[in-house]
Every structure is written in structure tokens, then in C-alpha cells.
């Protein structure tokens, strides 16, 4: 992101991510988003229809019931769940009250009911917002003893898992029980031996009594939501369904009762319907339609998997140490400072400190990384790792919505929930779309009505429902979120961590990756490799003068000298200093008892105007040379007294990385506060042709400027303090995983692992999911611009007669038939969420 795009800092702004209910198509997510940002105090509100999410950014001062007020006030509901609680000691109606009260006040309850028989609390709360442990601390705090009778994280896999069985199950009832109606109904319509054998009046009464259970119960979804946009005077979707259908009901039902209409309207039926009457067309829509709701609700469940396997690392019990007893109990009542016990194959409850105990941990599920990691006392485990050998007990230091497996939850939820600048222009159509629909069916009925062939009402009528049934803002408004879904969902899975549908989007477009040379192309531990005393000075002296000033120094070219010295003149004769002072990027000084020391590179020296021999040069040019950095030492401003050398060894991976890097056709740039000679020969094992060298830390963003200003796209990857400046100045800023927090914070894409190849895998996965959006958004809208036309029969006059082979779906005279409009409108959402689901399987491809 650009300066121009700086975020508000934490104090000015909040995100939170609702569920929200009721949304089926674009027009829904329109409403929904409008009523948020109408909001004074809500900043940002992008509503994702594939996962039924609303991210709103709004300063903290509003409660979020404000936010839950304004979805149900344009007719959605907000997802919730229910938390209970075990009160000790509530056994009366103040002290129910109270309880309720304070849990009341937390932010993101609904509701609370205390029930003093019982001594339980019933907490609802917005879903996913709020954690039984803060209902805990809010109830504990007024004296009680309070335990939780949930999982700490409400939203739990099972729950996800038993509402989207529920529905498929609802679903897939509905569906067979309306398409059966309708094939019976054609059965009895377009079979003559019926007709004659009962009259086509009884056929027509039969058939009205199995459509009318399909019009109004299964078909019931429709009108609740079409009455529910209408109460606040905005349309979606299901105002198209339940009108199309409900014409072609109320009109057949119609005839049935009062046979002389057909004759008034013209004679027969259109599409061979002799009885004048269309349940057939209903049902089968209704049919169509839900079977269609049915294939996407399974492909959203399969799109959502990455966020499944995700919450499902965490168990829902951990063992734990307590006056001298195991004890199994739920997470939710793990606290910081419990001593937990996990035993081989166990998974890792909580994140904490091994106290006793070594074992090797399985982390992929984290990080991506197949080989283990080793573990012992001082370790760091991490909630949702597997413990594969010994046995290991630790002191729980992150509990909750702490650990890092809930952060990453979190943060993949959001970014899942977040909205691409690409899916602007669906957005822009879908507020107008079902409007313009009911324009053009009215348009379409009146057109027909005045010069259709005969029987013109009957063309008219069902060339108006077909126009309100194919039309689809279900697939504008799937295009993008099911895509950005399962691609940002992939990239947790093999540790790639996006912050946002923008950072996705942007990662497409990088044409130059700028490396910073220390810890991210290198293992960013470099050693001391030579001591060079000059003008008579001890190397002993030199290397503790040199290592008591670098010891107040954070740097990591300094930690390696000190190392380096007490490894070989003891840490013991390494003395205090006075009057630490540090120039960035090139060095530090300090007073050692009566003389100032000064250690630092050559652009120190010439800065501060040491005259160093032209002796002194030829080395530090040498060491430059073989990829070392050269560091003088200078006692009392001009006594040049040596000469330190230190080296950091190229990651593994690193050249590996730059070769994707560039076959992918991207420039890397090597960006560095060492000197020049020494970066060049870091950059040519490293394969790098570009870079840029001596920039200091306040410099880096100006470089990256610099790149920009050239035109290109630049992606900015680093990993520490001093890097943040760059990361946020970059068009995609990426922090790898051994990174500092604040790094992390700054960049738009984090790798789990200290592995940079991942930044060729960001990318390519970028690329994937945004071919698999641009496909997608030419699906929705290539469809609807297409079919709508021929569902208001634009063919009939075109075509001076109908190609044989489509006479089946257009008849003679080229209108379409309804019950097809119905399945091609069914199917037309199916296809983009399909579409998105082979990002689940994306690989880095190798070239």
C-alpha cells in the first residue's frame, strides 16, 4: 500500500466481521452494505454474499448492537450463538439481575438470561465476536465462581458443520418433493390417454393441488425474503423468483377455476400447454431453482474447507496440572500460567513455554513446514502443533483468542471477508440489476401483449417470466468472494497469510520484488570471520573494546561480534561502556573507561572524517570481495586500531527463490545498508543483477518511491523494525515468518515460514485466483447478457425460423421456455462457485 493508503491506527478504528443471514443474491449484498455505511461512525462496511460476512471498519466508541440494528432494520438477521454458564452461587433473583446486567454491557452479547433454579446463564451473542472467557471475566469480577459449559471459541467446526447439513438436508427435501410434483403435473398435462380418460378441468384441479404445497412451502424461502426487501423498499433476487412463479400460479389457478379465460386470452396455452394452465412451469422453476441453491450450498461447504481445517486444530480439552492432579477440562477454562501435560500424538491445546520435557512438534498445519521442529525446555509450542515423540509439559502463556492459531483464524476470516477492488464494477451493476430486471420483464409482457403472435397473452406472459427467472445477480454478486474464498483459504494452508482481497488482487500485478539482503536473503545470523589488528594494537584488546561497545547495540551484525569475542577472549573481559550513542545503518560509539571507541562500516569513517591508509582500504576491499561486511575499529576519533569482518550466509532457499522469481518474469532487486562490494558478491551467488547498497534504514522507502516512480508495481519483502517504513510505502508489502510483530503488522502478506520462496508462491497463487475471478465475472455477466435478451424473445425476431435442434428449449417462433430459464437460472451461480473450487488444489508451479 501507498502512503496515500496509510490505515487509521488502532485507537481511531475497529474490525469486526458479522454473519449475516437472509442474503442471497447481489441486490441483498447492496442493502446490506448501504444500510452499514449509513452509519456516521462505520468507516468501511464490504459485504461478502459467499460468505454470508459483513466486515465493517467503525470507530470503537459504537456499540456493535448498533451495527446489529441497522442489518435488521433493512430486513437480515445477524448470526448468533448461544454460550452458557455455570454460576455458582446464583440462586436469587438480584443476583440474576446483576449478572445479567454486567454481561449485558459486554460488547457483542444480545441477550443474557440468568435461571437461579439451575444456576446457568444463557448468553447469546453475535457469532464469532465474542469469547466465553470474556463472559467469564465479566461475570467473575462482580465475586462469582463461574465456569463455561461451551468451547471457549463459539464458532465452532461443529456448529459450521451441523447448519450446513441442515440446510442441504431442508434442501435437497424441497427440492425432490417439488421437482416430483412437476414431473407428475407434465405427466398428466402432456400425456393425451389422461386427458381424455378424466377431462383436462380434473387434470388441471389435480395438478393445482400439487403445486400449491410447492408454491407455498417449498417455495415459501422466496416469499419471506422478496416481502422482507419490499417492507424496506429494495428488491433482490427472490423478488424475481417469487413474482415469475407467483404470475404463473395465480394465472393457472385461475383458468382452473374459470376455464372461459383461456378463450378470452386467445385460445390455448403456449409450449403445447392445452389446458391453458403453467403449475408445470412453477413447480419445475421452484424445482430448478432449489436444486440449484442445493449444488451451491455443497460447493460453498467445499470452498470453505481451508477455514475448516483451520478451526478444527484446536481440541476441545486440554490436561492439565492443579494442586498435584491431572485434570481434563474444557479449553475455554484454560487460563495463563496452567501447567498443561501433552502426551505423544496429542495436539497442542493452547500457546505456551515447555517447562519440562523434549519432543519433536509437527507444525505444517502452522507454517507449512514438513520437518519437525524440536522442542525442550524454554520452547515455544503453539496451539493446534502435534506432539510426535516425548511428552511435554508446559506453562500456558496465550490462551483463547490470543493463541496464534486464533490470530491466524482470525486474520484469514477477515481477509476472506474483505473486498477486491476488481469486484467494483459487480457491485456497481448488482444495485441496479433486479430494478432494470422488473423493467424489462413489464417491457417484455407489453411488447408481446400489443404485437405478439397468438396466443399473444399467453407468449407475452411466460416470455415475462422467463425474463424474471433467468436473470441472475446471484452469480455477480459469487464471482469474486467464492474465489477470493478458497485462494485465500489455499494460501493458510501452505502458509501464505493475505491480510486482504486487496492484497490478493494487488499481488497479480508485482513486476519487481526488492529483497532486503539481511535475514530475509540470508539466515540473518551472521558471524565474525576475521579480527585485523592494525598500527601495533592488540587483537585481544581490539576485539574486547570493539565487543563492549557493540553490546548495547540491537543489531545483528553486532551480536555476532560479541559472540564472536567472548568465544575468543571470554565474556567475562568484556567491560562496561558510558555514553552509548548509535548512528543507524552505519555504526556505534561509546566511551570504554578514558578513550571513546568507535566501531562501525567506511561510511562511517568518512562521515564522522577519519582518515583511514590507503592499507586499511585495500583490506576492507578484500574482505568486501569474498561477501563479507568490514568494520573499523577507532579509538579517541583517529587511532585506527583494526579491522573486524563478519558474514552471513545466504539462505538456503534464497537462490532458488530468485530463479522463480525471475522465470515468472519479475525483477528482484537486492536492497541492502551494506556496502557496495560486499552486497555485489552476496548478489552474484544469489544470481541478482540489480542492487541497490549502503541505504539506510530511513532510506528504504525512499528507494521503494523510487521503483514506483518508474512505473512498475513493487512488492517490498522484509522482516524487520526498519523494514516497516518500506513494507507499507510498497504496492504489496510481504513480512516472512521470523519476522518482528511490527513488520508483520505493516506488510499486506505474511509467510509463515523463513522460506522466500513463498513470495514466488504468493504471487502465482494471486494469479490463479484472479484468472479464476475473471473467468467468473465473465460467466455472470456474459450470461445475463446474453440469455436475457433471448428470454424476452429477441429470437422470434432475428430468426426467420428456429434451427431444429433448438426447437426443444425455443419452440417454433424462438421464445424461451420458462422451466428452462428456471435451470439455466440454477445453474448459473453453480458454475462460478465450481469454477473457484480448483484453487483448493493450486501447487506452485515448477518450472
Not at 512 to 518: A, N, Q, S, W
Request: charged share 20%; hydrophobic share 50%.
Amino acid at each position: 500500500m501507498t502512503t496515500a493508503q496509510q490505515p487509521k491506527t488502532r485507537d481511531e478504528v475497529r474490525r469486526i466481521t458479522l454473519p449475516i443471514e437472509g442474503m442471497t443474491c447481489a441486490s441483498c449484498v447492496s442493502t446490506v452494505q448501504g444500510a452499514l455505511r449509513h452509519l456516521p461512525a462505520v468507516s468501511e462496511a464490504n459485504v461478502n454474499l459467499a460468505l454470508e460476512t459483513a466486515s465493517v471498519a467503525y470507530a470503537p466508541r459504537v456499540p456493535v448492537i448498533e451495527l446489529v440494528k441497522a442489518v435488521r432494520g433493512v430486513g437480515y438477521g445477524v448470526g448468533s450463538d448461544d454460550i452458557r454458564l455455570l454460576v455458582k452461587g446464583l440462586d436469587d433473583v438480584a443476583s440474576a439481575r446483576a449478572i445479567e446486567s454486567r454481561l449485558k454491557a459486554v460488547d457483542g452479547v444480545l441477550d443474557a438470561s440468568a435461571n437461579p433454579a439451575t444456576q446457568q446463564v444463557l448468553v447469546r451473542v453475535v457469532r464469532g465476536l465474542v469469547e466465553a472467557e470474556t463472559l467469564l471475566e465479566a461475570v467473575s469480577s462482580a465475586g462469582h465462581d463461574v465456569t463455561s459449559l461451551d468451547a471457549a471459541d463459539s464458532l465452532t467446526v461443529e456448529v459450521e458443520r451441523l447448519a450446513r447439513t441442515e440446510e442441504i438436508r431442508s434442501l435437497r427435501v424441497k427440492t425432490v418433493l417439488s421437482l416430483g410434483a412437476a414431473a407428475v403435473i407434465m405427466a398428466l398435462m402432456f400425456v393425451p390417454a389422461v386427458a381424455d380418460a378424466i377431462g383436462m378441468r380434473a387434470v388441471n384441479f389435480i395438478a393445482l393441488a400439487l403445486a400449491t404445497p410447492v408454491q407455498l412451502w417449498a417455495g415459501r424461502q422466496f416469499y419471506e425474503s422478496a416481502w422482507g426487501a419490499l417492507r424496506h423498499r429494495t428488491s433482490n433476487m427472490h423478488t424475481l423468483i417469487a413474482l415469475g412463479t407467483t404470475v404463473a400460479y395465480v394465472y393457472s389457478a385461475a383458468v382452473t377455476f374459470y376455464p372461459s379465460l383461456v378463450h378470452r386470452m386467445g385460445g390455448g396455452g403456449a409450449f403445447g400447454h392445452e389446458g391453458g394452465t403453467y403449475f408445470d412451469t412453477s413447480t419445475a422453476i421452484i424445482g430448478l431453482i432449489l436444486f440449484g441453491r442445493l449444488l451451491e450450498a455443497r460447493a460453498k461447504g467445499r470452498a470453505s474447507r481451508a477455514m475448516r481445517a483451520l478451526m478444527g486444530l484446536t481440541p476441545r480439552t486440554a490436561r492439565v496440572e492443579r494442586d498435584g492432579q491431572e485434570l481434563d477440562i474444557p479449553i475455554g477454562e484454560v487460563r495463563p500460567g496452567d501447567e498443561v501435560i501433552v502426551r505423544p500424538g496429542e495436539r497442542v491445546p493452547v500457546d505456551g513455554t515447555v517447562v519440562r520435557g523434549a519432543s519433536a512438534m509437527d507444525e505444517s498445519m502452522l507454517t507449512g513446514e514438513s520437518m519437525p521442529v524440536d522442542k525442550q525446555a524454554g520452547s515455544v509450542v503453539y496451539s493446534g502443533t502435534v506432539n510426535q515423540t516425548g511428552s511435554l509439559v508446559y506453562r500456558a502463556t496465550r490462551v483463547g483468542s490470543q493463541t496464534a492459531l486464533a490470530q491466524i483464524i482470525r486474520l484469514v476470516r477477515q481477509a476472506q471477508g474483505s473486498k477486491a477492488p476488481i469486484q467494483a464494477l459487480a457491485d456497481t451493476v448488482a444495485a441496479y440489476f433486479v430494478p432494470a430486471v422488473l423493467v424489462i420483464a413489464a417491457a417484455t409482457f407489453g411488447v408481446w401483449l400489443v404485437w405478439g403472435p397468438e396466443p399473444a397473452f399467453q407468449f407475452a406472459l411466460l416470455n415475462a417470466i422467463a425474463v424474471l427467472i433467468i436473470a441472475c445477480p446471484c452469480a455477480l454478486g459469487l464471482a469474486t468472494p467464492t474465489a477470493i474464498m478458497v485462494g485465500i483459504g489455499r494460501g493458510a494452508e501452505e502458509g501464505v497469510l493475505f491480510r486482504g482481497a486487496e492484497a490478493l488482487e494487488q499481488a497479480h500485478r508485482v513486476e519487481v520484488v526488492v529483497m532486503d539482503k539481511t535475514g530475509t536473503l540470508t539466515l540473518g545470523k551472521p558471524r565474525l570471520t576475521d579480527v585485523v589488528p592494525m598500527n601495533g594494537a592488540d587483537e585481544r584488546e581490539m576485539l574486547r573494546l570493539a565487543a563492549a561497545v557493540e553490546r548495547l547495540s540491537e543489531h545483528p551484525v553486532a551480536a555476532a561480534i560479541v559472540q564472536g569475542a567472548a568465544e575468543r577472549v571470554g565474556a567475562d573481559s568484556i567491560g562496561a561502556v558510558d555514553e552509548f550513542q548509535a548512528a543507524p545503518g552505519m555504526g556505534v560509539r561509546a566511551r570504554v573507561g578514558d578513550a571513546w571507541v568507535t566501531v562501525g562500516s567506511l561510511r562511517l569513517a568518512d562521515a564522522a572524517g577519519i582518515e583511514l591508509p590507503d592499507e586499511a582500504r585495500a583490506v576492507a576491499s578484500r574482505l568486501a570481495e569474498q561477501g563479507k561486511t568490514p568494520m573499523i575499529v577507532v579509538r579517541d576519533e583517529s587511532d585506527l586500531i583494526g579491522m573486524l569482518a563478519v558474514a552471513d550466509t545466504p539462505r538456503p532457499e534464497s537462490k532458488e527463490a530468485v530463479r522463480r522469481l525471475r522465470s515468472m518474469g519479475i525483477e528482484v532487486v537486492m536492497l541492502t545498508g551494506d556496502n557496495k562490494a560486499t552486497a555485489h558478491a552476496v548478489a552474484r551467488q544469489l544470481g541478482i543483477d540489480r542492487v541497490l547498497a549502503e541505504v539506510l534504514p530511513e532510506q528504504k522507502a525512499d528507494e521503494v518511491k523510487r521503483l514506483q516512480a518508474e512505473g512498475k508495481r513493487v512488492a517490498m519483502v522484509g522482516d524487520g523494525i526498519n523494514d516497516a517504513p518500506a513494507l507499507a510505502q510498497a504496492d504489496v508489502g510481504i513480512a516472512i515468518g521470523t519476522g518482528t510483530d511490527v513488520a508483520l503488522e505493516a506488510a499486506d502478506v505474511a509467510l509463515m515460514r523463513s522460506d522466500v520462496r513463498g513470495v514466488a508462491a504468493a504471487i502465482d497463487l494471486s494469479k490463479a485466483t484472479i484468472r479464476a475471478i475473471r473467468q467468473n465475472l465473465v460467466w455472470a455477466f456474459g450470461y445475463n447478457i446474453v440469455l436475457i435478451p433471448v428470454a424476452a424473445g429477441v429470437l422470434y425476431v432475428v430468426l426467420d425460423s428456429v434451427p431444429a435442434g433448438l426447437r426443444w428449449a425455443l419452440g417454433e417462433r424462438g421464445f424461451l421456455n420458462p422451466v428452462l430459464a428456471g435451470l439455466a437460472m440454477a445453474f448459473s451461480s453453480v458454475s462460478v462457485v465450481t469454477n473457484s473450487l480448483p484453487l483448493r488444489d493450486w501447487k506452485f508451479r515448477h518450472d
